[in-house]
């Protein structure tokens, strides 16, 4: 799952079970930690992360200096090659003959107490709901790398080009607010958090009068963002899903099938896949942006669906259901979620599920 920095190591993100056998540290069945490895592997050598040469480019999934961090060179990406520690095992060691194995099962969702985050699995995607952590190091795109609400295997994440003109944020997995002059403000510091097993909070301040608290809660593929937004004066703000491939390689421009059951919610879908927001308090809007090219570190365009309403003075609610899926009707079978402000409760699949 592309997070934080260093990106552009790629492979080396294996390296931890690489080393392990090299320890000769079963920490998972040895069958499981080839698997892990073998798919990882196979994963990263069907992405164009070469040049003409052969020599492996500053990027993710594909080249791109945006990624790059200030002590980053063209030896960088070669960090990668610690994944292959398992080259100096003999061929008799207990990883080689051992059958690849699948992932044991996992749970759906997991508390990360350490890194402030549920990690949440469904059948298409891995995504972190992040109450929000921040390097006291000021690296580039930091807010992007480290503050955003939900970072996805899948889908990835993007960085920004600008803070003016909205498609130049990468406009994914956040909320943006603005003082109406088209400059953009993300959540950066986390000053607060909370974690349970089902729920993170976080509360940040995009402008000193301003706090917003954010709450994140796991949804069956999709995840819930509830706002409660004080403010002494009045705000605009867009808020973004996942991105989702726009363009796949030189093909033609493909058909672009946008899903609206109502104004307030949006489906985006394209031949692989579709990208959701819905919004639960029917106060916002909703659209469809086409950021800027190459923002995102897994896919190269995107369209994001969006959320756009008005903050007044005192005390506004927010409340929205996002995800994403290759499948093509998962904007129709989202799960039934509502949201309860007086109570500060959600209701997903008739579960009840306090905010703290």
Request: aromatic share 14%; hydrophobic share 40%; net charge neutral.
């Amino acid at each position: 799952m592309p997070f934080g920095r260093s990106q552009t190591y790629r492979f080396a993100m294996a390296s931890f079970f690489s080393a392990c056998a090299f320890a000769n540290i079963e920490v998972l069945p040895w069958g499981v930690m080839k698997g892990i490895l073998l798919r990882n592997l196979r994963w990263w050598f069907s992405q164009p992360i070469f040049d003409r040469d052969g020599l492996l480019t500053i990027g993710f999934a594909y080249p791109t200096l945006l990624i790059a961090e200030q002590y980053n060179s063209p030896g960088s990406p070669y960090w990668s090659f610690k994944v292959f520690l398992i080259l100096a095992l003999p061929k008799e060691h207990p990883f080689w003959m051992s059958e690849e194995l699948p992932m044991p099962k996992l749970p759906e969702v997991s508390l990360l107490k350490v890194p402030r985050a549920l990690l949440c699995r469904s059948k298409h995607d891995v995504v972190l709901l992040n109450a929000g952590q921040y390097p006291a190091y000021q690296m580039n795109h930091a807010s992007e790398k480290y503050a955003k609400f939900a970072y996805s295997a899948k889908y990835g994440f993007s960085a920004s080009l600008a803070s003016f003109d909205f498609e130049k944020t990468g406009c994914d997995s956040m909320l943006y607010v603005s003082e109406g002059d088209n400059y953009w403000r993300p959540r950066r510091e986390s000053y607060d958090y909370a974690l349970l097993d089902t729920i993170v909070r976080s509360r940040w301040q995009p402008y000193r009068d301003v706090t917003i608290t954010t709450w994140l809660v796991p949804c069956g593929g999709w995840h819930i963002r509830i706002h409660r937004i004080e403010s002494p004066r009045a705000l605009t703000s867009r808020e973004g899903g996942f991105g989702m491939l726009s363009y796949k390689g030189f093909e033609m421009e493909p058909i672009v099938d946008v899903l609206q059951d109502t104004s307030h919610g949006m489906g985006v879908r394209l031949p692989w896949g579709t990208t959701a927001i819905v919004d639960l308090l029917e106060n916002r809007e909703a659209a469809w942006i086409r950021p800027m090219p190459n923002l995102n570190f897994t896919q190269d365009t995107t369209i994001v669906p969006y959320l756009e309403g008005s903050i007044g003075e005192g005390i506004t609610y927010f409340a929205c259901m996002v995800g994403a899926s290759p499948e093509s009707d998962f904007f129709e079978n989202r799960p039934e979620a509502t949201v309860d402000i007086e109570g500060l409760v959600v209701i997903v699949n008739g579960k009840r599920i306090a905010l703290v």
